[in-house]
């Protein structure tokens, strides 16, 4: 594998980027404005109702954001003038076909243009509504690859999928393509077709029933768990992410096609602002939720590896692949993570959560400091069931029997708990496979990618994304954590 001069292959060139204002597709395109300011042009698709409506979100969603910060600094009263120049806001969605961009002219003009692809549009909801999920993460990809079909000067098809489309395998997940109707437990007769027809037909049938919408969105939902259970999936995201990626795979046809499969992506490691993330994330909500002193108990194998991925080295991967496979036709995939190289488990997760928040308290609604406390660990389902039927069900069925013949308040505030609780064993049953995951990712192809920087330490630097260069200890109590609390609980 050869690879030479990263940023001299972005040079005018011009990029499609989907999914415009989500985490990744910001750090991308910060990255490529900052190392090659001669990047030609960025399409960046956004779902609005017109191009004015774009260029509001453009502005709010993207460059408003701190993220921008280093640019800022650079180009200081030009940076407006730059990024117009650069930056082209794009109406349109994903899941429609010609990316729902309706103006002729400017679809002319991208097809005409467009050098590379960069699709990280994505709906990551483990539960999401299975029609909203099928037409994102597995029409989205198809609609993606059939606009690059229609440029003529494209080299490269990169496509954020997950390193999770493995499922709840366990020992060493290869990088391996999906093909077309593979399902993980075995079941036959996987057709994405009949997928679209089921979910019209149940569509059709709730239409019918005059359900409310949130009804229909509750059917929606336990549909897509459904259907991804029957195959081996443990939820609708990843379901609907490893059809994405067959359809890619089975109509690629001669584009170069690259799938970056990362695994939990956290805050930045270095670039461009250290401990940058916005939103909280799976591994994010339990810290802070624990800092706010709402975790009573933590359920999981404190021994399972928690797979980490800085975002910066994530976007680093993206853009050495991308510059790599330009032009060579085939399907590459690349697994981005920690869990080789340097892993990490549940339990120094707990112990880095517990020592940051004893020494940077978090306040309660009242404004008192949170003393965090060493919470109670359940390594089976079993035993966390336990937990919950005598500290929380026993107490409300006794609250029921006393209160509800007095007052109707009482059976309101029964209800109430009653629908929290049905709410956290949803979520128990979603985040499950996750607590006790045995599987490691194998990224062999993707350490022949750093092994081929090596020649060019300038550039091995700029863009690297070796998880053995992370030290969790310092990263999790100096930069994530406080990264965390800066942009996401800003408290």
Known sequence: MELSG?????????????????????????????????VKRLFLLLRASDTNS??????????????????????????????????????????????????????????????????????????ERYDHALSTNTLGAKHVLDFAKQCPKLKMLLHVSTAYVAGEKEGLILENPFLLGETLNGTTGLD???????????????????????????????????????????????????????????????????????????????EPIPGWTEGLRTIDSLGVAYGKGKLPCFLGDPKSIIDLIPGDMVVNSIIVAMVTHMNQAGEFIYQVGSSIRNPTDFNKFQEYAFHYFSKNPLKNKSGMLVNVQRIAIFTDMDSFYRYVSIRYILPLKV?????????????????????????????????????????????????KLRMAMEENHAEANMFCFDPRSIDWDDYFMNIHSPGVRKYVYKG
């Open 399 to 447: 609250f029921q029997l006393v209160n509800i013949a007095f007052c109707k308040y009482f059976q309101r505030e029964y209800d109430n708990q009653n629908r929290k609780m049905a709410f956290v064993m949803r979520l128990v049953k979603l985040y499950k496979p996750y607590l006790f995951f045995k599987g490691v990712f194998d990224d062999l192809n993707t350490e």
């Open 192 to 270: 994405i077709e009949q997928e679209m027809k089921l979910v019209q037909e149940r569509l059709n049938q709730l239409g019918a029933e005059e359900v409310t919408q949130k009804a229909q969105t509750l059917a929606m939902k336990d549909l897509g768990l459904e259907r991804a259970r029957m195959y081996g999936w443990p939820n609708t995201y990843v379901f609907t992410k490893a059809m994405g990626e067959m359809l890619l795979g089975h109509l690629k046809e001669n584009i170069p096609l690259v799938i970056i499969r990362p695994t939990i992506i956290t805050s930045t490691y270095k």
């Open 54 to 127: 774009a260029l509001q979100r453009l502005h709010d969603e993207v460059i408003g954001k701190e993220v921008f910060k280093v640019l800022r600094d650079k180009y200081g009263d030009g940076l407006d003038s730059y990024i117009s120049e650069k930056l082209i806001p794009v109406a349109g969605d994903i899941g429609s076909e010609n990316l729902g961009v309706v103006d002729y002219s400017l679809r002319e003009e991208m097809c005409r243009e467009i050098d590379i692809i960069f699709n990280s549009a994505a709906l990551t909801d483990f539960d």
């Open 6 to 38: 990263i940023v001299e292959s972005l040079e005018q060139k011009t990029i499609l980027v989907t999914g415009s204002t989500g985490f990744l597709a910001k750090l991308f395109v910060e990255k490529v404005l900052r190392v090659q300011p001669n």
